[in-house]
């Protein structure tokens, strides 16, 4: 499953999100005493912040994803607006299609946290749907901010901005576009998202929408082939938090969680379905789509507070948990990999790698010895030409990647086009460079870019020339 998603998209999906904009504010404190006015804890503040919420958390896992995206909602004319705006023209996410009501205030969740624990949640909304005329300008808003879009999110948070008639035009104009529709549902009446492509309720929100308590595979089937049959969802899907998600097509499809660590689960669905949209954006299959969105909210998850999951982070946790993960990367996932991964100690190291043998393991293993993650950096196959000439290599790059990759002191190796690896030096950040000890006295590529070289000593006796010479001679 990891291999689908190795190489970072070159043309991201554009999505529009249409829902309830809402405010996270967070005070973090600490606490040791009780008060002595009623049995309650005393918070002693330390900082507070604000995040996006609702559909502009939405916005915001895709835009850490790498999807371009237009946010439309309505906000109130207060301290709360002016924060917004600043927030999401910083993240570039596109603001034109966002009303402001004087007539309401802007939504706000504030929950007040000690040792990474929520205690209390404060909320300053207003529920009522939007009035007749602000409902008219934002469909319209919507409507034309719909046509370069690829996929359509409704964010729904029962705040009063996607009742039927809204959703139900927003649905019929993207279905008549060819546009992917997805909807985070709330509430117990699911009609208004009627013919979309895909709905992400949780289990408590399936068993309240269809009257289907959900205790095993049957039930499960039961809950989703009522949104299929009664609303024509196309892939009605569950979220059943530790037990990951199922999804109805001709079958039933359960995608196990890989969640290790769960610390706040704040937000795990706004990042659910923006994963999910931005797969399906990008053409891959719902399954596989299920598998990067279990992914991406398993990273969110060990954070504290509504968070995001980048491209980056989720290739790293996809890395991480599927055996021993895939080693020839390209560039640019390799350089994304490494920035989300952190590793205190990059080595890098490079050659032709031709006829694999003892020399150039034990190199390998010197190397790695250093104490860090090992990247090779293996010359391409016309590279090798112009460098030994037309003979050379013997294997092709392919091949010389996929014996490098299965040593174990190998833990990436990456293909480069130049005759030098110094660009890749560049890309990748190393902290060690490693040679062979015939560059002792001689000028290594990169080493300027690095915080030390290291030579390491040849086995006497190996080569691929020498190798060569040997098979030559048997003729």
């Not at 330390?46 to 237009?70: C, F, M, Q, W, Y």
């Not at 927003?170 to 008549?176: C, H, M, Q, S, T």
């Not at 995608?255 to 704040?266: G, L």
């Not at 293993?365 to 950096?377: E, H, I, M, R």
Request: proline letters at 4%; aromatic letters at 6%; charged letters at 25%.
């Amino acid at each position: 499953m990891l291999e689908a998603f190795l190489t970072l998209p070159k043309n991201p999906p554009h999505v529009l999100v249409v829902g309830d904009i809402i405010i996270d504010h967070y005070i973090w404190g600490e606490s040791e005493r009780l008060s002595p006015e009623a049995p309650v804890q005393v918070v002693d503040v330390k900082d507070e912040g604000r995040r996006l919420g609702g559909a502009g958390n939405v916005a915001d896992n895709l835009i850490a994803l790498g999807a371009s995206v237009d946010l439309c909602g309505v906000v109130g004319a207060d301290g709360g607006q002016a924060w917004l705006f600043e927030t999401l023209q910083a993240l570039s996410i596109g603001t034109s299609g966002i009303l402001v009501d004087p007539k309401r205030p802007t939504s706000q969740k504030s929950r007040v946290m000690i040792s990474k624990q929520q205690v209390l949640r404060v909320d300053r909304e207003r529920k009522e749907p939007i009035d007749k005329d602000t409902c008219a300008v934002l469909l319209e808003k919507a409507r034309g901010l719909l046509e370069k879009a690829d996929v359509l999110i409704l964010s729904d948070y029962l705040k009063g901005v996607l009742d039927t008639h809204l959703c139900q035009e927003l649905i019929k104009r993207a279905k008549a576009q060819d546009k992917i529709i997805l909807c985070d549902p709330k509430g117990k009446d699911y009609s208004k998202y009627t013919n979309a492509d895909l709905i992400t309720p949780n289990k408590k929100e399936a068993q309240m929408a269809t009257g289907v308590e959900i205790v095993d595979d049957m039930s499960l089937k039961q809950a989703l082939s009522h949104f299929k049959d009664k609303l024509q969802i196309a892939t009605p899907l569950i979220t059943l938090s530790e037990q990951g998600m199922a999804f109805l097509d001709k079958d039933l499809h359960k995608i196990p969680t890989i969640a290790k660590e769960v610390y706040d689960v704040s937000g795990a669905g706004d990042t659910v379905i923006a994963a999910l949209a931005f797969c399906l954006g990008l053409g891959y299959p719902i399954e596989q789509a299920c598998h990067f969105a279990n992914a991406a909210a398993a990273v969110v998850v060990a954070k504290v507070g509504s968070a995001q999951a980048s491209y980056a982070e989720v290739l790293d946790f996809l890395q991480k948990h599927h055996h021993k993960g895939q080693k020839v990367l390209d560039r640019p996932t390799l350089c994304a990999l490494l920035q989300a991964m952190h590793p205190p100690k990059i080595i890098f190291t490079n050659g032709c790698f031709d006829l694999l043998h003892r020399g150039h393991v034990e190199y390998l293993q010197k190397a790695k010895a250093l104490g860090g993650l090992l990247v090779v950096g293996l010359n391409s196959d016309s590279s090798v030409r112009r460098l030994k000439g037309n003979t050379r290599p013997v294997c092709d790059q392919d091949a010389r990647a996929f014996v490098l990759a299965g040593l174990e002191c190998v833990d990436f190796v990456v293909i480069f086009e130049e005759d030098t690896p110094l660009e890749l030096i560049k890309a990748l950040k190393p902290h060690i460079l490693v040679k062979g000890a015939d560059y002792a006295g001689k000028e290594v590529v990169g080493s300027s870019l690095v915080q030390e070289v290291v030579l390491i000593d040849f086995v006497k006796g190996y080569s691929t020339t020498s190798t060569l010479e040997k098979i030559q001679n048997l003729h």
